[in-house]
């Protein structure tokens, strides 16, 4: 099974964007489903994003449709998670998530049984 670190999370300015990836090593990343999740202080790990394993298939949580993008590139075996209008609500560890299925994308983080280790994201107000 794959193998999967994160990259890209920072300090930003309320407004501003940044692009995270999710590198997996091992093969096979093309039948995989792949999830971001998110956790802030004192809270529970909750959904962003997910994408199927054909790329053409993605849902959002509502708090950050319209303002997120996921992607993946199957060639580079990377999802992206590019990050628009980033909001102080938005601070929290993001963690990539995958599961081996031709079916999906989840909501679920029941669903995914391979995770990253977090990349820290930090909006400023």
């Known amino acids: 099974q794959v193998q999967l670190v994160e990259s890209g999370g920072g300090l930003v300015q309320a407004g501003g964007s940044l692009r995270l990836s999710c590198a997996a090593s091992?093969?096979?990343?093309?039948?995989?489903?792949m999830g971001w999740f998110r956790q802030a202080p004192g809270k529970e790990r909750e959904f962003v994003a997910s994408i199927s394993w054909s790329g053409g298939g993605t849902i959002y949580a509502d708090s950050v449709k319209g303002r997120f993008t996921i992607s993946r590139d199957n060639a580079k075996n990377t999802v992206y998670l590019q990050m628009n209008s980033l909001k102080s609500d938005d601070t929290a560890v993001y963690y990539c998530?995958?599961?081996?299925?031709?079916?999906?994308?989840?909501?679920?983080?029941?669903?995914?049984?391979?995770w990253g280790q977090g990349t820290q994201v930090t909006v400023s107000s």
């Open positions: 091992g093969r096979s990343f093309s039948t995989y489903t």
């Open positions: 998530a995958a599961r081996r299925t031709f079916r999906g994308p989840f909501q679920s983080l029941n669903e995914y049984d391979v």
